[in-house]
């Protein structure tokens, strides 16, 4: 059962939406397993992991292996890394092909299905679209002429990408495309660091990648794991309200508008591009909240709640079992769309 429970907090200039973990027990109140706690950074962001675990010495092996983990992943999947896997492809000239490693194989094929559900609106080559309006690795926001706009769209559509799933190998069919597999990256890179731990034999943790939350099992009073989601006020302007979940061997992944958009002559400017028209979509909804079984599901649907109206959500969801999607508008109330 999910539990979602308003409440208000005075805080202020966050960077992005912002998750916080709730009630954590101190090692010595309970015997048996201790609760013990890695972070660091990856992606441009941080990583923050929870655990219940009998050895008391195995944290800093386990950061050892969870950052060589993502340090690995970024090598394949990050955009802003000169020489990653993703940015030697986006270099390519038109029909030339080159192996897809085993991460962003999976990434690839997870977005192509996400493309093809939404009916291309979540589209893994908007990445020049992204470069134009500055919200990708060049951060200079401005509102592109409208042959711009036009130029980079010819180079933009997920039906120009030709992958080979038996080799696998991959090309393109128009020189320019590039990937950007940001909206399933962070969620994936969750379930690879689930997998990693559950592998350790570890059964009860919370892991956070930059907002992004999977929990399995429980604390150790066997409650649920507590957390909390940053999003805008009712008004957008005047103080943060948070919503409180409890999850138990679930994801959740928060995506909004307000930390990465800008704003011009009294119009709102969002980082969450339309792939078909080449603008940013509309941002009334300012921030979206999904639940789901894997982070990576849970993160590209977070996205694609904030592109598709009710009813297209709801036909979306149709495809996938055991998501729940919250929407927040600047000017109400929290949203169910979908149980």
Known sequence: MISLKKF????????????????????????????????G??????????????????AKLLTTKVEALLRAFENELSNWQPNSWINRFNAL???????????AFEVLTLCLDFADK???????????????????????????????????????????????VEKPLISK???????????????YAVDLVANLLAGEGIENFLINIGGEVRAAGTRPDGSPWKVAVHGPSANGRDGDTYQTV?????????????????????RRYTHILNPKTGYPVSADIASASVLAPSCAL???????????????????LGHFEGVEVFRTAWSEDYLTLHR
Not at 250 to 255: I, K, N, V
């Open 173 to 187: 069919t128009v020189s320019g495309l590039q990937l950007n597999c940001s909206a399933v990256a962070k969620g």
């Open 246 to 266: 409890s999850l138990t061997d679930r994801s959740m992944a928060t995506s909004g508008h307000s930390q990465r958009s800008f704003i011009m002559d009294g």
């Open 93 to 103: 000239p038109a029909g030339e092909s080159i192996a897809v490693p085993d991460h």
């Open 8 to 39: 208000w907090c005075a805080s202020r200039g966050l960077s992005r939406p912002l998750i916080c973990f709730f009630g954590f027990w101190a090692s010595a109140c309970h015997p048996g397993p201790r609760e013990d706690y890695i972070k």
């Open 41 to 58: 950074d990856t992606m441009g962001t941080f990583y923050a992991i929870h655990f219940m675990d009998e050895k008391v010495v195995r």
């Open 118 to 164: 939404s009916e291309g609106m979540l589209d893994p080559t908007v990445s020049p679209l992204i470069e134009l309006w500055g919200f990708g690795t060049r951060r200079q926001q401005r509102i592109p002429e409208d042959h711009e706009i036009r130029e980079q769209l010819s180079r933009v559509g997920y039906e120009k990408l030709s992958l080979d």
């Open 298 to 316: 849970a993160d590209g649907l977070a996205t694609l709640a904030l592109i598709l109206d009710e009813e297209q959500m709801d036909a979306l």
